[in-house]
């Protein structure tokens, strides 16, 4: 699996660890930055991570941060991002299995790093159920259209 990885300076040690912990399971790691844990801001590393996810360049995204909550903002700009933030397996769980969250966000100074490895684990095994959630897809899929008019 291709999986695109961004964060500010907050978040930038948890997609450190992150992206070694993927490359050791055989995944293809995008790392699209930062690249130090010097102060950036986090939108368009959000931003880039969620374009390569909807343009085809990655299968999936992981943005991190320090609580997460801004990461999750900025991915969910980008049409056709469904962006979640996850603090636990179970919410990692159902963002795939009912909202088929196509980017994970987490937060680096609320998530310890092997934790936020089995969230990720989840969130990438976990397939989306379809049924009765598709029409809520499509609903969230129409208002983002009429938005973006």
């Known amino acids: 699996m291709r999986i695109a990885l961004g964060a500010d300076h907050a978040g930038f040690r948890l997609k450190s ?6 490359a050791d399971r055989g995944h293809e790691v995008v790392d699209l930055g930062t690249d130090t844990d010097e102060t950036v801001d986090y939108p368009p590393f959000c931003a880039a991570v969620g374009r390569a996810v909807t343009g085809g360049d990655a ?14 903002i900025a991915a969910n700009k980008v049409h056709g991002v469904r962006a979640a933030l996850c603090l636990d397996e179970w919410t990692a769980r159902m963002a795939r299995r009912h909202n088929d969250a196509n980017v994970l966000s987490l937060g680096g100074r609320i998530v310890a790093e092997a934790f936020a490895c089995a969230i990720v684990d989840v ?8 049924d009765r959630h598709i029409r ?10 009429e938005e973006c008019r």
Do not use: P
């Open 17 to 22: 660890a992150l992206a070694k912990h993927l």
């Open 59 to 72: 299968d999936v995204g992981i943005v991190a941060g320090g609580s997460g909550q801004g990461e999750a």
């Open 123 to 130: 969130f990438l095994t976990t397939d989306f159920e379809g």
């Open 136 to 145: 809520r897809i499509q609903q969230i899929a129409q208002i983002e259209e």
